[in-house]
């Protein structure tokens, strides 16, 4: 079971880090550190390589260039599964459950197969996972006939049940109403408070203002500003990248 890192020690590291497809530069020489107690958020217009930049962390895709480190390790060429036993899950945009299981069953298998738990530990994790994630009602569904609120609460429950510690969110917020999205927020603080690092692209920034302390924006490829989230909102580098140019 993965251990909490120190706070203000770096859970991760990333330095010099590039991608590329074919010709394609998705990213461009990217540093970056991160405490394990941070929530951090990414923003950024699309293609700005942040999808793909959760990516490369997770292990789905090798870096052309640069290393990664894992609280203090060298996971650079470390396989996926290897990165998820160490702490390091993400979601997805599009929720992917196992079909023809049922919530409880994709949660279990998350937690065995991605998490490496015995059989009790597993079942333990489940339960805990589906609890905190607000779906002990569900749990015996199965995963393919629900809507898509809870669909996202499954995919975070799945990557809960790995025993993480670091996450890494991608739009889990995309496509819900208001009042679900400020459900879901709930949910995240909460991770929080257990000591979960945070990674969170999200295009609806108000929601994600409410969970980051620190923001990232991204643009072709690069980090172009870094820190509090109010004063990335206002850089005008972040401004004509983002938001087109069409504040202040």
Known sequence: MPEAPLPD????????LAKRFGALVVLDD?????????????????????????????????????????????VTRMPAADRCRRGIIRTH???????????????????????????????QRSIESLALCGMMGVANRRADTLGLLDRKRLELARALGTNPVLLLL???????TDAEAGALVETIRELRHRGIGIVWIEHIVHVLLQV?????????????????????????????????????
């Open 9 to 16: 020690a770096p859970v991760l590291e990333v330095a010099g």
């Open 30 to 74: 990217i540093d970056f550190a991160m405490r394990g107690d941070e929530a951090i958020g990414i923003v950024g217009p699309n293609g700005a390589g942040k999808t793909t930049f959760l990516s490369v962390i997770v292990g789905a895709h090798p870096p052309s260039r640069g290393t990664i480190r894992f609280r203090g390790a060298d």
């Open 93 to 123: 945009q599009v929720p992917r459950p196992f079909s023809g299981m049922t919530v409880f069953e994709n949660v279990f298998t998350a937690a065995t197969s991605g998490g490496g738990a015995g059989r009790d530990e597993a079942y």
């Open 170 to 176: 991608d739009e889990i917020g995309g496509g819900l």
């Open 212 to 248: 980051a302390d620190r923001l990232i924006c991204m643009d072709a490829g690069r980090i172009i500003a870094d820190g509090r989230p109010d004063d990335v909102m206002a850089d005008r580098t972040v401004i004509d990248a983002y938001l087109g140019g069409g504040a202040g």
